[in-house]
Nanobody, 117 residues
């Protein structure tokens, strides 16, 4: 059973940065596209950044130019570097394997990001 463990969230002021990490167990990590999702209070979970098995990234418009997704297949880990954070980025962030944005496995616990002065 593949498990996902997200970390790196916290409280940050607007304009600040955070780096999220997602460690995945299982031998199939490198073959899967991965994604970072977020869920703000009262809103649906949304995919904000994806990365193919080959490392090609894509982003939702609201985070383009501010967030960078990357992966280290040797460590079974995917990262989300978040810069110039805004209050509207406040959410619980989750990672998952995904196919065309559809999550494939059980969600982890997520990591909370709060952007506030």
């Amino acid at each position: 059973q593949v498990q996902l463990v997200e970390s790196g969230g916290g409280l940050v002021q607007p304009g600040g940065s955070l780096r999220l990490s997602c460690a995945a167990s299982g031998s199939s990590f490198s073959r899967n596209a991965m994604g970072w999702y977020r869920q703000a209070p009262g809103k649906q979970r949304e995919l904000v950044a994806g990365i193919s098995s080959g490392g090609s990234p894509n982003y939702v418009d609201s985070v383009k130019g501010r967030f960078t997704i990357s992966r280290d297949n040797a460590k079974n880990t995917v990262y989300l570097q978040m810069n110039r954070l805004k209050p509207e980025d406040t959410a619980v962030y989750y990672c998952n394997a995904q196919r065309s944005g559809v999550p494939l496995i059980r969600w982890g616990q997520g990591t909370q990001v709060v952007v506030s002065s």
